[in-house]
DNA sequence: CTATAGGTTAGACAAGTGTCAAAATAGAGG
DNA sequence: CCTCTATTTTGACACTTGTCTAACCTATAG
């Protein structure tokens, strides 16, 4: 019974419907949907989610959205720090990935308590 | 079979990992993610959504936080606005309570394709 | 070593955000 | 009507954000 409980499982937070947020964790959760509290991000975090090889290259990214590469930088710089994509180069290439963890708590804890234990 | 597929039976748009969000979508979602991104904000909503009565007066949140009562009122603002709580009058009191329609909505979308379908 | 292409960093700037104090609104109860 | 309490609106202000251009790294290819 390690994986359920107030934990929920999800690594960090009781959903909401279970459990007000306390403060600090509040903030911690805040940052991170912050960062997907922009279009431009939000659509770069899916590119980067739904790709098939798991990963995406900057080089392919660029291209699809309207505003100029050190924006797209940027926006990805943002991701990172948030802590929902890892990056590395290789090459001349950088590519980024998801970390689904992240995203998994975030789901978590938006998920009414039916679904989470659905899921359990 | 009308709940399944590609709507993920959420309302709105297939997970992340399933499909990248269109840019109408995401701005959409963006706003709502945008309105979780302050952790004053984040804890009103979880404030609002543990809730056991469903709802909340927002003479029992004010005092839980550090800001001043506008500021309290400014945030409850913008999760109306992004439609992730409803409020009605009862008197000299004003309840909020959350649109669980839409938490679902945003959860959906972070949801991992295995726990989304564990979740069907 | 130089040139070239992919990405990021730095600096600047307009626009947006979170906060407060003061004023305004909405009901309840004289 | 007047007053009191709960909540919201307004206006002001510092701070943060998203965007751009220009400059800078980093790795590959001559």
Redesign the interface.
């Known amino acids: 019974m390690a994986a359920d409980g107030a934990s929920s499982g999800q690594g960090c937070c009781a959903p909401?419907?279970?459990?007000?947020?306390d403060?600090a964790h509040?903030?911690n959760?805040?940052?991170m949907?912050?960062?997907?509290?922009?279009?431009v991000?939000?659509?770069l975090?899916?590119?980067i989610?739904?790709h098939p090889d798991g990963e995406v290259c900057v080089c392919d990214l660029t291209s699809l959205f309207d505003v100029a590469a050190p924006t797209i930088s940027y926006h990805l710089k943002l991701l990172r720090e948030a802590g929902l994509v890892e990056h590395d180069r290789r090459g001349t290439w950088v590519y980024y990935r998801?970390v689904?963890e992240r995203?998994?708590q975030?789901?978590?804890?938006?998920?009414?308590p039916d679904?989470a234990e659905?899921?359990r």
Chains 1, 2 share one sequence.
Not at 16 to 21: G, I, Q, R, S, Y
Not at 33 to 39: E, I, Q, R, S, V
């Open positions: 909401l419907e279970t459990l007000p947020l403060p509040a903030t959760m805040a940052k949907f912050k960062a997907l509290g922009d279009p991000r939000l659509r975090l899916s590119l989610t739904a998801p689904r995203l998994r975030l789901s978590a804890l938006l998920a009414a679904m659905a899921a």
